[in-house]
């Protein structure tokens, strides 16, 4: 059977594709609605904005041949953005129509006691007929989710031949995927859940519909519902040694480089791609790449870290950011590519998400010098706009600036046990750029709001003191910026042992910890970690 994929222009479909092909399948794309009839099994993926997604199938004519289909009784799938557009309409863009196979409205989640965007791995579980599995969803398992609109479940209007396998997150219940023979509608991403997304999307191509199943513990039921897990994500700093070849290293308070007695040279702790393998196998929910020297000087087509992220997606089913170099650039022979376009080359490679730095701190100084006004033209708004926030992380590299005070500075500052030179009880946290070699006049509370503001999705917060030091995350800091935002936050720098990852989840509300040196040295496995949180009560993907 070939899989034919809907292309209207939406985000990033190479994932999905990977996944497909992994499973033994051909896929070809269908590029016009005339094509759309003759598919043996059609996949329709959505990325980003609903209006978006329902406005291109409008305008290139797509609406009606995608409604006959989904409606034909022929295989048919539809992934995120896409379950949200066979409903009527979506509050995200009330102008837009969707296909209108499902009456309702999608809806957006409430921010007041949890963050939004809903990021990471939860349950999905059909609640009504416990005998039977279907298309290989099971109560236990946790697929990865990441969208700010959901389709609730209180009054939800489906023909009587649909299963609706529900989510929980917070207080709000929603749909999961929407089922029958041929038909399979998810919310979540089944191609970034792992060994559970993929058994899904092969239980959908071979016709698997239902299987019998011997009864589901009820109780297993309720717990599934249990709802988001922490996330533990490990990070690759990538960069080439100096003998030209690209490695993962590691730093010290982000120097890189061996002491001068030992060598100098750049560490290196593996390649990028086995690592990713690695960790991917050892149950990492995410993997973050992080060019750490944005190969200078480098076209955009040759950027080495493209086919590090084609080759990882190729066999990790799992999430994946790239960091570094997202900004506009001007490739040497003078071409220039907004960010957007740069950021539209990584995804197309196989990013999920791409996470900015020194250019996120340069737009929210902009964003107050113009009086809290957005301008649309930063990158920022950009990717966010046509991917989507999710896609959009931040990553803040702070170092700690002591005070005697909180009165002596007009930045943010808290306690902390962290005491500086002069015994100093109090700190602030200093935005820098250019991977930590220069401060800028902005901290960590003002620059994460204004990203919140401009269109992030997520933070991943750094910390310049802690990075290396095995010292356990910078408890304070996490919870600052946590309780500055809505956004789900990534604590980092620091981890040490299995210890620091649990302290972090109990003392700040933080939704997910990285994490890089431990991984790497071995010092425990990213299993040994989720082992260790299950025991000590941290909701976790095993
Ligand atoms: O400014 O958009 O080009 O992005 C540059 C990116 O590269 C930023 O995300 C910045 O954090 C990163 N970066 C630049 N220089 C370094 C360096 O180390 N010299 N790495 C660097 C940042 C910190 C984390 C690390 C955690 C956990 N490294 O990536 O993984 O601190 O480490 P640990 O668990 O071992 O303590 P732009």
Redesign the pocket.
Known sequence: MIVSILDYGSGNVRSLVNAIQHLGYKVEWIRSPEEIANAECLIFPGVGNFGFVCDSLAKEGYLEALRDYALSGKPFMAVCVGIQALFEGSVEAPESKGLGIFPGLVQKFQSKNKSVPHIGWNSCAVRSNTEQEHYGLRPHDKFYFVHSYMIPTANLQLPSDFHVATTRYGDETFVGAIMKKNFLATQFHPEKSGAAGLRCIEAFLSGNYEKAISGVDTQLLENSSGGLTKRVIA?L?VRSNDSGDLVVT??DQ???REKAAAGGEVRNLGKPVELCQRYFEEGADEVVF???T?FRNCPLADAPMLQVLAKAAQTVFVPLTV?????EIVDPDGTVYSAVEVAGTYFRSGADKV?????AVYAAEQYYANAQKLTGTTAIETISAAYGCQAVVI?I?PKRQYVKSPEETKHHAIKTPHRGPNGEEYAWYQCT????REYRDIDVVELARACEAMGAGEV?L?CMD????NAGYDIGLVRLVKESVKIPVIA????GVSEHFEQVFKATECDAA?????FHRKTCSIENVKEHLQKSDVLVRL
Do not use: E, F, H, P
């Open positions: 990070c700093d590691k730093g982000y120097d890189v992080l060019n750490i944005s960091g570094g170099g997202i900004r996470s900015i730095g020194s250019d990553s590299d750029v250019k991977g930590g991943l750094n802690q990075d290396g030091s980092s720098s620091g981890a990285l994490a890089a040196g431990i």
